[in-house]
């Protein structure tokens, strides 16, 4: 099949948000794989010399993502779409660019050939790189939210047959994330190419925010008022659009979704919601399930907990719209996370690890760069304050905006809960014991709650953490393995 090949990455894509509105609903490009050498390169490996790290002050003024300060090691500190009047963002910039030069000053140059060049790849680059397919979909939310969605429809170890209808399945990323987490490890380990190869039509979810779906139909990325959304915005408004567009394109009637972390508490808003979803879904897999909140032992979340009524405190901590943690947070969580001096430093300054925990034994060393250089991808701050509300009050309930603004909007001064048990497809859990974000007794206090709960599984191992679901070496053998056993049961109709 011949198609129309993207030409802009995901940087490019970054710096032309808002000059080019999207108002279709419809809009597909099909990425085909090109031809590649032995070692899937598509060209030689590019030369490192010294380092470039470059911030100008029209940059920030200007509101345009930035993203530049990659050091010879493969480091990429990507800073994207800041908000000229939020300055706590723009000086953390100025600090972080120039601690970055000022590290890779000190170590030796990396040779080329050693570099992973995945660092700089968006994940239909990723795909054609390792001999996928992959189209790319423009899906409009109810609330006038553009949304990208990127399709695997075949594997290279299961090629489409001529009239055939692959099962499908949407596979949503969690708090901080993008479609990336499910490539980002490369074939035989990273769930997007391991569902493909197995026969499954992959949809890789972008929730509004990341840096794949920050366009809406009338607002700016750059306006406080795009950011004003939480993970009750990701259930109500994200998942049924991204559902019903699958189920449009594939003609199916159920699909299979799977969910990760914040990507499991946007399904359950949802399902609890607009329970009519339900029906749509053939089976649930929660990977780090995130729905009770009171055993949430991350050490940036805790913080926050204990803030949740002093609006100016948390805003100074972590951004006024767009999560932008401040240089006093970061110093406050550091410290608990890099006192191993066996601890590598991508761990020790990406701000993903430092809020969700690390197992090193579980880290892949080489991928390191490659992840550091994917994630965060987008967050607002309310998905943040959302969060820390449940480990305050202990509910699973909807947004609190306030005394006065909750009569408003709920006609009660406290926002009302989830109704779980309105949660009825069914629905699998998968926890571990070493999770900072989902801890064991919330996963049991979930699982009583849902309505059509099947099963939960303990990891068997106990060290696996909250990013070991995406990024750890074992996922395979210690995850993906049962849930697609259990995929495979539905297909054969024994579940």
Known sequence: ????????????????????????????????PAARGMDGAAEPPASFGADVC?????????????????????????????QPEMRTGAYLLLVLCAAACTRAADRPLERAEDRDDDVDMDTPELLEKYGYPCEEHIVETEDGYILRMLRIPYGKASPLVPGQRKPAVLVQHGLMNSADDWVIMGPNASLAYILADKGYDVWLGNIRGNWYSQRHRTLSPEEDKYWHFSWHEHGIYDMPAQIDYVLNATGHKQIYYIGHSMG????????????????????????????????????????LAQFTTSA??????????????????????????????????PICT???FMICGFDKEQVVEEKLAAISAHIPAGSSTRQFIHYAQGIDKGHFRQYDHGLVENIKRYKQPTPPDYKLINVKAPVYLFYSLNDWLAGPKDIDRLYTQLGNAKRKFKIAYEKFNHLDFTYGKDA?????????????KYEQGDL
Do not use: W
Not at 7 to 16: C, F, I, N
Not at 64 to 75: A, D, H, P, Q
Not at 274 to 279: C, Q
């Open 1 to 32: 099949m011949n198609g129309v090949r993207k030409q802009h990455s995901r940087r490019q894509m970054q710096t032309v948000m808002g000059q080019t509105a999207f108002r279709a609903t419809l809009h597909v490009v099909v990425r085909v």
């Open 54 to 82: 470059v911030l100008s002050a029209s940059h920030i003024s200007s509101g345009v993502g930035v993203y530049k300060g990659e050091s010879s090691t493969g480091s990429l500190h990507r800073f994207r779409g800041q």
């Open 264 to 303: 499991t508490t946007m399904f359950y808003v949802g399902m609890s919601m607009k329970p009519e979803y339900n029906e749509k879904i053939r089976a649930m897999f929660s990977l780090a399930p995130i729905a009770y909140m009171n055993h949430m032992i991350s050490p940036l979340f805790q913080l």
């Open 312 to 345: 100016q405190v948390l805003l100074h901590l972590i951004g006024a719209s767009k999560f932008t943690p401040s240089q006093e947070l970061i110093r406050l969580i550091q410290p608990k996370i890099c006192n191993d001096k066996a601890i590598t430093e």
């Open 350 to 352: 990406n701000v993903v």
């Open 476 to 488: 395979y053998d210690l995850v993906y393995k049962h849930v697609l056993d259990l995929m495979h």
